[in-house]
């Protein structure tokens, strides 16, 4: 009996820990979100954008919008580009500041 009780009260206090490690990890992360549009205002649909150091791609809506979850323990090199525009790489401590990224027509 003293065993199964200790067996419960081990897996108790794992399920503890890992459930303090998720709330961790959810509070080093935040979420940027921006929309991306042409230097013009028009909105860029489908633009790439990629996190080289995750190996992450996403791609904005048909509305040029997107929303990314970043860790905060980090810095990222982000690029986003579309076809018939310059290639635009921003850092990720920077971006939390940015509402509109504006892409330039080649």
Same mark, same amino acid.
């Given at each position: 009996?003293?065993?199964?009780?200790?067996?419960?009260?081990?897996?108790?206090?794992?399920?503890?820990?890992?459930?303090?490690?998720?709330?961790?990890e959810?509070?080093?992360?935040?979420?940027?979100?921006?929309?991306?549009?042409?230097?013009?205002?028009?909105?860029?649909?489908?633009?790439?954008?990629?996190?080289? $150091?995750?190996?992450?791609?996403?791609?904005?809506?048909?509305?040029?919008?997107?929303? @990314? !979850? &970043? *860790?905060?323990?980090?810095?990222?090199?982000?690029?986003?580009?579309s076809?018939?525009? $310059?290639?635009?790489?921003v850092?990720?401590?920077?971006?939390?500041?940015?509402?509109? @990224? !504006? &892409? *330039?027509?080649?």
């Amino acid at each position: 009996m003293k065993k199964l009780l200790y067996i419960f009260l081990i897996l108790g206090l794992n399920q503890a820990l890992v459930a303090g490690n998720s709330d961790k990890e959810k509070t080093n992360t935040k979420v940027v979100v921006g929309k991306i549009t042409d230097t013009m205002g028009e909105s860029i649909a489908g633009a790439k954008i990629v996190i080289p $150091e995750t190996g992450e791609t996403f791609f904005a809506d048909m509305d040029g919008n997107f929303k @990314l !979850s &970043l *860790k905060t323990d980090r810095e990222y090199s982000i690029t986003i580009n579309s076809i018939g525009y $310059e290639l635009l790489q921003v850092k990720s401590s920077h971006l939390s500041s940015f509402t509109d @990224l !504006s &892409l *330039k027509s080649l």
